[in-house]
């Protein structure tokens, strides 16, 4: 710090970040593929209503956003969504072939044309949705994951891998869809095709497992006629999480399995690289990679314990070199072109940006959305990564963000106030990242901890399991003991902690405040509220039994899901808080959010409820971001007692 160092209160530090900057950096770049020698990926646009555009990355370097507003490259499949894009070099054109958020319809284009229809609009409940289309040129079709609903329910839908004509017949004829699979099973991964087109592998799994937890690989023979014949298990099982599968170039079966503890990479039953280390991870959306085949033998693979680096994997010998650069976080997307690898990938100083290593030389370099500061740096904060002790001595991963001000401190009489970050999931991470919404907190004076309580990946299935048939306890049994170690050692203000966290954090958070005396006052963002509601058909297919493994089965366990759930102990909730929700969220759907107000109205506990149209499980609008960013801001100032200018008021109602 310079000699004009300012002391003010916590919380009152004038930031030059401001809500508005935060979420016009919000989300990053995903799904990376090739068409032709050509890298292309997805991109949000928070400032065009939260929609994602598609980039070409030309040869001489010149980026391009190929689809204008309104084209929103995004899928539903199970509402998480996934990979909603594929492309190849056409007589040195590139086709594409996407799906619209909008009508969920797969569309076909060569940039510069206007995208045209591939598949119908069906009016049964959710409709027709794809994932992780895959031109095949010879076949004239593309070859993908189709979920259908079948009636007004959210379990009333299949799953099976399809053939889409590339023509456009089945534009406006269901019929013309051709299904590959019978639909015996749940839930589906896209179909990877083996080099000599012989031969198709993809993941599947059923209720009540999460694809964490346990999901099969199947192979079948593909005939000339283009259908798929004797399907068969090789791998995984109800205990058993295969994350990813593809095909080596001499036709070996590569597949990333937990069998031994940890996510590792083997080849038709044999463990390449044995390592208590995750070279895989939850399949949250379909077409995740964690590892891509190179031609020469080499397998590109993200690897590591917490965050997952970049390498390349020497199958005869198991060792792994690592590329090189300033990335310590790389996000689950994969693709590889010759000796070409381009993924997405960030640090603590930097954004996700698209990266490409030459496994020729060794050199990475950035090639799309490259990370410019919005900011001096100076304001940034400079996170300490942390391992804290919880009940009967279990280790708690953390990410800890100090107040960091280039110009400003706080008083000495007392420590600073500090947000806990509950992540979602709950089977997740805190990636260690620039988010521009912790510096928006930590340039203020509040400092941040997100904690990778147990339950979180990145660290072993013993860890990840951890929270089995304990959620509501174990998460908040590690926030709690982070917040309170950080008090004990002078980091944190121990009158003046919160907590914060969406969806399955957003539980964490509300769990927390009728669960414990911690925290001064809690953001609960979408959330879970009433198990009993959410086992019972108030939230979608994918995650309608995921309650099975966090609680217990609800017709074994009834007394669970009430003794844990929020809405049932509103009585217990006396510290102030801000509820933010969407209300198009079909995950975690309004009508929790509301159930809780209701039982909340009257007991003089100071509270804000805000709703927004047009949001769905996650926001994505920058509108909506700065609202819910300045809202939480103001809920802090309030209750630690620091002024907050230029940031809206907001009304708590008793």
Not at 76 to 87: A, H, K, L
Not at 313 to 323: F, I, Q, R
Not at 361 to 369: S, Y
Not at 456 to 471: E, H, I, V
């Amino acid at each position: 710090m310079g000699e004009n160092v300012q002391t003010l209160p916590y919380g009152a530090w004038p930031s030059p970040i401001d809500a508005a900057l935060a979420a016009a950096h919000d989300g990053h770049p995903e799904y990376v593929g090739f068409v032709g020698d050509e890298a292309w990926w997805t991109e949000p646009r928070p400032t065009e209503a939260g929609r994602r555009t598609l980039v070409r990355r030309h040869a001489d370097g010149r980026e391009e956003a190929v689809l204008p507003a309104p084209w929103n490259v995004r899928t539903r499949v199970i509402e998480y969504g996934g990979q909603p894009w594929g492309g190849a070099a056409v007589d040195g054109r590139p086709l594409i072939v996407f799906v619209h958020f909008a009508d969920q319809r797969l569309y076909a284009f060569h940039p510069g044309e206007e995208p045209r229809p591939l598949t119908p609009v069906s009016g049964v409940g959710g409709g027709l949705r794809w994932a992780e289309p895959q031109i095949l040129t010879t076949r004239g079709e593309v070859w993908c994951v189709l979920e259908e609903f079948t009636g007004e329910s959210p379990g009333d839908v299949r799953r099976v891998l399809a053939a889409v004509p590339l023509d456009g017949s089945a534009a406006e004829d269901r019929t013309a869809v051709r299904e590959l699979t019978d639909g015996r099973h749940r839930f589906v991964t896209g179909p990877r095709l083996s080099p000599d087109g012989r031969r198709a592998a993809w993941l599947a799994w059923d209720h009540p497992r999460m694809p964490w937890d346990g999901t099969e690989l199947l192979v079948a023979d593909v005939h000339d006629d283009g259908t798929l014949h004797d399907a068969r298990t090789v791998a995984g099982g109800p205990e058993e999480s295969i994350a990813q599968a593809d095909w080596a170039p001499d036709g070996g079966l590569l597949y990333t399995s937990d069998r031994g503890g940890w996510w590792n990479l083997h080849r038709d039953g044999r463990p390449l690289c044995t390592r208590e280390e995750e070279f895989g991870g939850p399949l949250w959306k379909l077409g995740h990679r964690w590892f891509a085949p190179l031609d020469n033998g080499l397998v590109a693979v993200l690897h590591g314990r917490g965050a997952l680096v970049l390498g390349i994997l020497d199958p005869e010998s198991g060792e792994v070199v690592d590329a090189a650069g300033p990335w310590t976080e790389y996000a689950p997307t994969l693709a590889v072109h010759g000796d070409r690898v381009v993924s997405v990938a960030a640090g603590p100083r930097t954004s996700y940006e698209v990266v490409e290593l030459d496994t020729a030389t060794g050199h990475a370099r950035v090639v799309g959305a490259p990370h410019t500061d919005a900011v001096d740096p100076a304001y940034l904060p400079e996170p300490q990564v942390r391992t804290f002790t919880g009940p009967d001595g279990r280790d708690i991963h953390a990410h800890v963000y100090p107040p960091h001000h280039p110009q400003c401190t706080g008083p000495g009489d007392r420590p600073a106030p500090y947000v806990i970050w509950a992540h979602g999931g709950p089977t997740g991470r805190s990636p260690l990242v620039l988010d521009l919404e912790i510096a928006y907190f930590t340039s203020r004076g509040i400092g941040v901890a997100e904690v990778n309580y147990g339950g979180s990946t990145g660290y072993g299935r013993a860890y990840r399991n951890r929270l089995r048939g304990q959620w509501g306890v174990v998460d908040v049994e590690d926030c709690a003991a982070v917040a309170l170690a950080l008090a004990e050692e002078g980091t944190a203000d121990r009158d003046r902690l919160a907590v914060r966290g969406g969806s399955a954090g957003g539980w964490t958070t509300a769990a927390s405040l009728a669960a414990t005396d911690v925290y001064a006052c809690g953001t609960i963002i979408y959330p879970v509220l009433d198990l009993a509601g959410w086992a019972t058909g108030e939230t979608h297919d994918f995650e309608s039994h995921y309650l099975e493994s966090l609680v217990g089965p609800f017709t074994e366990v009834p007394h669970l899901y009430t003794e844990r759930s929020p809405v049932e102990h509103a009585d217990r909730i006396t510290a102030p808080f801000l509820l933010l929700q969407g209300l198009d969220d079909v995950i975690c759907p309004p009508a929790q959010a509301e159930r809780l107000l209701d039982r909340i109205a009257g007991r003089g506990v100071p509270h804000a409820y805000i709703s927004f149209e047009g949001e769905g499980h996650g926001f994505r609008r920058a509108d909506t971001m700065i609202r819910a960013l300045e809202a939480e801001l103001s809920l802090y100032a309030q209750v630690f007692g620091f002024a907050a200018p230029g940031v809206p008021h907001l009304e708590l109602q008793p």
